[in-house]
């Protein structure tokens, strides 16, 4: 009885994960990394609007990369990463963002 009684109060809670918008997920992840949340904001809801489905999937798994890992990534790593070859905008994308939205 305690895992069914876990789940209805959990509920709400997953209900919540599961409605949060793209531009809302990356602008928490943004968010985590110290852009500030006018930005992060800013930047979430460009990138909701610019990339493809598969194009937020692949930022969704660079988003799961260990922050302490990013502090210790060359230059070329972070490129290499953002610029693997089946999807060589999503950088442009990225940064395009991240300029449009730090005026």
Do not use: H, W
Request: aromatic residues 6%.
């Amino acid at each position: 009885m305690l895992p069914r009684r876990a789940c209805l109060l959990f509920a709400p809670f997953f209900m919540l994960v599961a409605c949060a918008t793209p531009a809302q997920r990356i602008a928490t992840k943004l968010g985590e990394y110290g852009v500030p949340p006018r930005e992060a904001r800013c930047m979430g809801e460009r990138l909701q609007d610019r990339l493809s489905y598969a194009q937020l999937q692949r930022l969704n798994d660079l988003a799961r990369i260990n922050g302490d890992r990013i502090g210790r990534m060359s230059i070329n790593d972070i490129a290499r990463t953002f610029n693997a070859p089946q999807d060589a905008s999503l950088a442009a994308e990225i940064l395009r963002a991240g300029i449009g939205c730090a005026f």
